[in-house]
């Protein structure tokens, strides 16, 4: 398949989600390179490389919380489909919002999927394995 | 002609009419009375004439004629004897009686209606003038002695006797045709004095029939011109009496009293019609139309005018009540939506962190794995347990605050094929057997509202239900304006003291333990079945199985 792996970046402030996809990468041995920003400010910054952290690549897929302190999801969607550099992200909302307000206003920014946080670990491990199906199965363009 | 009379009568007024009348009446009872006096009078001035010259004139010219007579006879007598009273007689009638005879008649024949006898009997009287000259010589002849001894001398008194007698015929035929024509001249008056009578019984006719015209003339003026206004006013004011406001129409300009208690009821009538108005615009809504105040007098006027007032000031009491109740109701509304809004965000931001002990859980569990003690396997499983049942509570307080009429996607919804599409989705018991009204009916609704309510009368009927052969029948009626939805079941039924509290949220009837059950869907159906308008309700014993029924608007 791919030799070499598509960066992730998972936007979520609450630390046991952090950890909960974590432990779904490691059970799902889903081995692509994971960074975590705590707030959609922060992932922008890391995105545009503002941050400490500097990146190699920018992460072709990025696990997207709703509700979150300082930007939230939608807005920080809102955000890089007008950047030029970023638009062409896939975005997965992963977040325990029902809203369908929010659903409607994450598919009008072209997210490529919006999936509800399940309770359970072993859903959520299930959830995860099917995502990294689906994007291993995606080609995505070299930089 | 009549239009012009009748308008000059309206301008009098009644009593100068009466008057008037009267005063026709008496001048015309006074002019027929007058001429009747007058005709009466004539007649019988021809009487008295009659009585007074007529009747003694035949009767003297009669004497007068007989007088003549005795003369001839005396003298016929007298030439042949000699007699001193018979003498004596000619020259008492010659000297004295003929005379007297002939002033009497003159006399009785001053009436100018008897100059004719008058001149007859003076030209008779010449005639006799001339036999008195030959009488006296007659009486002169026979008066000596030797008279009738004497041929030459008698034959004298004989011609001087025919000379008279001759004469005396002369004057007899004279007063003959006098006598003639007096009573011509008599029978004349008679005539005359018929002919006033006559006219006197026609004028009497006449007068009758004026006065009958003139009562009949006057009743009819009477009934026209007082007694139908009149009435026709009675009739009107007893309208009024009763309520209804007419207008009073007066076609004919009049003077008179009549004229004026017209006109006294039209301004009545029109201050009726005015306060009528004023009433009907105040009853509009309208309380800023001015009261007209017929005088100062005018009670009703101010009492409408104070009837505005005061329903002008409740107008605005109850304008700032509806104001204040709107703001309350809004501030309610408002509190609901905050309530709803707050249970939302509250449950949503628990969720998070029950997540995470569940996950935390399950990591421990996992990477204790073997190290757990039997015991502690158990205490985590009811862990495991307890927090998916939070869980499930904090979804259900998400439901229930999100619950209620949704405003978009109202649509025709056919609830045969809803139901059938929610019994598709339903796992059930075998043996269940579902009956359902053939064509349950098209309603307005939000399909997912809908959905919402008999998925939880459905899956409550099933999920409940320990019958061996299930049964749920599904029924409606129509209600005016709703159509009501009975879902019946043949369950263990509910005990009466429970039917109003089931529809609150989180109560069960059962140990959640027992029986894994949140105690939300009755609520949550409540919630949306009243928000669209409707009732919920339910018919139910134990041991009976339970009808629960909703109303939804048709």
Redesign the interface.
Same mark, same amino acid.
């Given at each position: 398949m791919h030799d070499k792996m598509v960066n992730i970046l998972l936007v979520e402030d609450?630390e046991?989600?952090v950890?909960?996809v974590k432990?779904a990468f490691k059970k799902n041995n889903i081995t692509n390179p994971l960074f975590v920003c705590n707030n959609g400010v922060e992932a922008l910054q890391f995105l545009r490389g503002e941050s400490n952290e500097p990146i190699s690549e920018i992460p072709k897929i990025i696990l997207l919380d709703i509700?979150m302190p300082k930007m939230g999801g939608i807005e920080f969607l809102r955000e890089i489909r007008n950047d030029n550099k970023l638009k062409n992200i896939s975005v997965f909302i992963m977040t325990?919002?029902?809203e369908d307000k929010d659903k409607v206003d994450a598919y009008n920014l072209n997210v490529a999927g919006y999936i509800l946080?399940p309770?359970?670990?072993e859903r959520f491990i299930e959830a995860v394995s099917t995502l990294n199906n689906y994007w291993k199965l995606c080609e995505f363009p070299e930089n | 002609m009549f239009q012009g009379i009748t308008n000059r009568i309206y301008k009098m007024k009644i009593g100068t009419r009466t008057a008037f009348s009267f005063l026709a009446v008496i001048i015309v009872v006074l002019a027929f009375s007058i001429g009747s006096i007058l005709l009466l009078q004539y007649g019988k001035n021809i009487d008295l004439k009659i009585a007074n010259n007529f009747g003694p004139v035949v009767n003297a010219i009669k004497d007068f004629e007989y007088t003549i007579e005795e003369t001839s006879r005396i003298c016929k007598d007298l030439s042949l004897q000699a007699d001193v009273n018979r003498k004596n007689h000619l020259h008492k009638i010659i000297n004295r009686v003929y005379p007297k005879q002939k002033l009497t008649v003159i006399g009785l024949c001053q009436e100018p209606g008897l100059s004719e006898i008058k001149k007859k009997v003076i030209s008779a009287d010449k005639k006799f003038e001339n036999a008195k000259f030959a009488l006296l010589e007659f009486l002169q002849v026979i008066d000596s002695t030797d008279t009738y001894s004497n041929p030459e001398k008698l034959q004298k008194a004989l011609q001087l006797r025919y000379q008279i007698e001759k004469e005396n015929l002369a004057i007899k035929v004279i007063l003959d045709e006098t006598s003639l024509e007096a009573i011509s001249v008599f029978n004349k008056l008679n005539a005359q004095k018929f002919a006033s009578y006559r006219m006197l019984s026609y004028l009497l006719v006449v007068m009758i029939i004026v006065i009958f015209i003139v009562g009949v003339l006057s009743i009819i003026l009477t009934y026209v011109t007082i007694i139908k206004p009149i009435k026709e006013l009675s009739g009107i004011l007893n309208e009024v009496g009763e309520g209804k406001i007419v207008a009073i129409e007066n076609q004919i300009k009049r003077s008179d009293e009549i004229g004026d208690m017209i006109s006294s009821a039209q301004r009545v009538v029109r201050g009726f019609k005015a306060k009528e108005q004023v009433a009907n615009a105040i009853g509009k809504g309208d309380y800023e139309i001015r009261v007209p105040l017929l005088s100062k007098k005018d009670r009703l006027g101010r009492a409408i005018s104070e009837m505005r007032d005061s329903l002008k000031r409740s107008k605005i009491i109850e304008a700032e009540n509806i104001k204040s109740l709107e703001a309350y109701t809004l501030r309610l509304e408002k509190k609901n939506k905050e309530l709803d809004q707050f249970a939302y965000i509250t449950s949503?931001d628990l969720?998070?962190p /029950?997540?995470?002990i569940?996950? /935390?859980t399950?990591?421990i569990e996992?990477d204790m794995g073997e190290l757990l003690t039997e015991e502690s396997k158990g205490y985590f499983k009811t862990l495991k347990g307890r927090?998916?049942r939070m869980?499930e509570l904090i979804n259900s307080i /998400?439901t229930y605050s999100r619950a209620g009429k949704t405003l978009e996607n109202q649509e025709k919804t056919n609830t045969q094929q809803l139901v059938f599409a929610i019994l598709e989705q339903t796992e059930m018991k075998a043996n269940t057997s579902v009956l359902i009204d053939e064509c349950l009916p098209v309603i307005d609704a939000n399909k997912r509202d809908l959905i919402a309510v008999f998925s939880v009368f459905i899956s409550n009927a099933i999920r409940h239900n320990k019958s061996p052969e299930p049964i749920i029948n599904i029924t409606f009626k129509n209600r005016g304006g709703f159509i009501e939805f009975c879902i019946a079941d043949n369950g263990p039924g509910i005990a009466a003291e429970y039917h109003e509290k089931i529809f609150t949220i989180f109560q069960t009837l059962e140990r959640r333990d027992d029986f894994e059950n949140i105690g939300a869907g009755l609520a949550i159906a409540k919630k949306i079945v009243e928000d669209y308008g409707g009732k919920i309700w339910l018919e139910s014993y134990p041991g009976m199985g339970s009808r629960f029924y909703f109303t939804w608007p048709s």
């Open positions: 609450d046991v989600d950890m909960n432990r509700n325990t919002s029902n946080k309770l359970s670990m | 949503h969720k998070s /029950l997540r995470g569940n996950n /935390l399950a990591w996992e927090v998916q869980e /998400l």
